[in-house]
């Protein structure tokens, strides 16, 4: 069974970091563009970073760039999203994500697989 788990959420405060850990199990995810997406309370889900298939092409959104990094290990199967200079208004649920399409267009409909989610709260 395919199976997606994230790890490495918790409580921070503002300006620090935690990094985000991604565990792909049941199949090789290893032909999939990876990303992370988040939902806030009373919020939809929304897209924050992407990463292809090789590792070789990233994507951010705005909100996120230049603070967050995503990168992956095919070897291991894991994809991490490292998170710095932490806001209150980056708190919600990260979620992990495969899809069959590129890297660039991923989307939240677009979505093979998706974990469970881990919590990332940012006191101010």
């Known amino acids: 069974q395919e199976q997606l788990v994230e790890s490495g959420g918790g409580l921070v405060q503002a300006g620090g970091s935690l990094r985000l850990s991604c565990a792909a199990s049941g199949r090789t995810f290893s032909r999939y563009a990876m990303g992370w997406f988040r939902r806030a309370p009373g919020k939809e889900r929304e897209y924050v970073a992407a990463?292809?298939?090789?590792?070789?092409?990233?994507y951010y959104s705005d909100s996120v760039k230049g603070r967050f990094t995503i990168s992956r290990d095919n070897a291991k199967n894991t994809v991490y999203l490292q998170m710095n200079s932490l806001k209150p208004e980056d708190t919600a649920v990260y979620y992990c994500a495969a899809s069959p399409t590129t890297a660039q267009a991923m989307s939240v409909i677009k979505i093979d697989y998706w974990g469970q989610g881990t919590q990332v709260t940012v006191s101010s």
């Open positions: 990463i292809s298939w090789s590792g070789g092409r990233t």
